[in-house]
Every structure is written in structure tokens, then in C-alpha cells.
């Protein structure tokens, strides 16, 4: 079981596997845009076909114990890494398909339901994450999105998804109270196991004289040694990120879609950005970075351009700096050459500001591109 606690003051969430009380802790907003932002296409491809395969074998898989079921879907999906599968049972469909999200997407689920079933995996379900994605990015788009023109611009974050969702939001909270490694080392530790039952289950235990004389020792233990998980139990990755909207909703978060990845990013009012700062695939720069780049390029004169190819061109005469092979008589030559140079550019870039039509404009750039020849 997965139980999860939102810390609304530092803006994060904490995830507990109640099975050994481990923590993850991430962002409050993090899930959500992961989820959002992320491709599924190739994992919905593969997902599909591995539910028709399912679908086709499910009566065959009966008949047969894990390791047959294994080899099975390993001569069908021999890229596939199998998560364990557990002799027949329904368990196993889930893992198979969930073990497809780290394969075949970039998304690294944070959100893990509590219960699955067969005929949640074969209708809409948690594992279609293009049908919950559309979903969750329209409601995105309703209640966070600040370039939204179809509400009210003082509406706050709450105040829309109040609008969009009028009927009350229910989320189911649980307490488990789990054992310490200090009682897991000690003696008769079954005798405290959470939760504790009698040696036999069918006795009552306020009549049972064992469960009498343990359970104040148990309450010992609980009180010195035991420490209580509470949080949020989901029972599908819809209500997750419910519950995470109307947390976000409730603090005033706010998003933006990048302008040029198209990507959703947090919005700070305070340092406000078109662009985020994800860095994009196979270009070692941010949206950011990329954008400033590119308008600075626009901005750039044409006498500017014109300058800047001009170095380019001139170092192409002497070895490159990184071969150490450029002599110091050759590094002086070019030096000279640029401070020569720019000192054109500047008289010729006053020229061309203060020029009053494109004509004498084209004109000017030309007699610098003769200059430069100097």
C-alpha cells in the first residue's frame, strides 16, 4: 500500500510504502506536470498490444504456473523486462503493464494505486495514460493555465476548480501503524505483529487469557517503538492527481505552457517567463537559453551579422587555438585584423542608424562588406 501526505507549507509531497515505511519526497507540482508533460505514444503502442495478447492467451494462462507464463510472454515480447509474476493470478497483468512506463516513456510514475483488478486494466483504467492524460491537461488548462482567457483574470486557482468541479471532493485517509527495527530484533516479535491478532484467530480476544497477558507489553511497544503512516490512499491514478489539484488549487500555484516546447511549467508572478527551463532533447540548452539566443540573433543589425561572419571567415586562415598550432605572429595578425575591423563596424553601424530609407541602408552594408576586405 502506498499512502501519501502533502506538507502544504514547504510545498511537497511525501510518498510511504507502508511495507517497509520507506519515503519519497518530491515537489508538490511534480507528479502533475511530469504526467502532463510527458510522451506516451510508444508505451500506448506496446501497452495495447500486450493487452490483446493478454486478451487472446488469458484462458491458456490459466493452465499454467509462472514460469510457463513467462516464457510465454517472453517469446512475444522479447525486449520486455518482466516485473515477477505470480502464478496465474491477475497480479501479474499489472505488473507487466506498468513495467512498460520506464521502458518506453520518460515518465517515472509517482502516483501508485492500491488496488487493481482485471476489469480495471481492460476498460479505462490507470495504465491508458493518453485517455487520464487528455483528461488531467484539460483540467490543467481550466484551473492553472494563467493565459486562460475564458476566466476571469482575478479568479484565483481554487476558485476555478471550484467552478469546474461543483460537488464536493472526497479523498480517503488511512493510519497504519508500523513496526520499528528495534521490535523487529527482539523476541517473540510475531506476538506484536500489526496487526496483532491471538495465537488462535478464532478466540475472542477479550477472552482469550495469551492475547490478555500480551496486549498490555504490545501497548508498550506501540507507545515506545511503533511509529503511525497517515495519509492519502488512492484507488486509481485519477483520484491522485485530484487530490493533488485541489492542493495546488488550494495554495494558489499557477501554471504556464511553454512557448516553445509547448511543455507546462510552474509560474512565478515575480519572475515572470514564456519559456521554461527544461532542457530540450539532444540540445545540451534550456527553452530559456534557446529563446534568448534566437532573439538575440533577431535583434542583431545586418552590419552586426555582417561582422560576425566576417571573424568567422578570417579564422578559418590560421590553425584553430585548440591545436596549439597558430604561431604568436599569426594570433598578433588576427588580432590586429579585428581591432582594425570593429572599429568599421562601429562607424559603419552609426551610418546605417541614422540612415532614412532601405536604399541608402542596403547601400551603406555594402561599402562595409567592402571594408572588411581591408
Known sequence: MYLYNFDIVNQKI?????????????????????????????????????????????????????????LEIEKAFPNLHLWDIDNGEIWWISGLIAALVWQHSHYEPFFFSCGFSKDSIQDKNDYDYLYWQKKIRDKVY???????????????????????????????????????????????????????????????????????KKEPQRQEFIKNHLHVLNGYEFKSIEEAFNCEIFKMAQIGITLRRCQHCGKYFKFNPNQPAKYCTNKLYGVNMT????????????????????????????????????????????????????????????????????????????????????????
Open 14 to 70: 511525501i510518498q510511504y510504502n507502508d511495507a517497509d515505511s520507506d519515503a519519497m519526497i518530491v515537489d508538490l507540482f511534480h507528479p502533475l506536470l511530469s504526467f502532463i508533460n510527458s510522451d506516451f505514444s510508444e508505451y500506448d503502442l506496446l501497452r495495447r498490444k500486450i493487452i490483446l495478447f493478454i486478451q487472446e492467451f488469458e484462458n491458456k494462462f490459466d493452465e499454467m504456473d509462472s514460469n510457463e507464463i513467462e
Open 142 to 212: 481550466k484551473i492553472f493555465d494563467i493565459d486562460n482567457k475564458n476566466f476571469i483574470k482575478d479568479f484565483s486557482p481554487i476558485c476555478r476548480l471550484n467552478y469546474c468541479d461543483d460537488h464536493p471532493i472526497n479523498f480517503k485517509e488511512v493510519i497504519v501503524i508500523h513496526p520499528s527495527g528495534y521490535e523487529k530484533i527482539h523476541d517473540n516479535y510475531e506476538s506484536f505483529g500489526i496487526p496483532f491478532n491471538p495465537e488462535n484467530p478464532n478466540a475472542d480476544p477479550y477472552t482469550n487469557c495469551d492475547y490478555a
Open 287 to 374: 527553452c530559456q537559453q534557446v529563446a534568448s539566443q534566437k532573439k538575440y540573433k533577431e535583434n542583431q543589425s545586418p552590419i552586426q551579422r555582417t561582422y560576425l561572419n566576417a571573424l568567422k571567415n578570417r579564422n578559418k586562415w590560421y590553425p584553430s587555438k585548440k591545436s596549439g598550432l597558430r604561431t604568436p605572429e599569426q594570433t598578433l595578425e588576427y588580432e590586429n585584423w579585428k581591432k582594425r575591423t570593429s572599429a568599421i563596424r562601429n562607424e559603419f553601424q552609426q551610418k546605417y542608424d541614422t540612415a532614412q530609407t532601405d536604399i541608402q541602408r542596403k547601400k551603406i552594408l555594402e561599402e562595409f562588406k567592402g571594408n572588411l576586405n581591408l
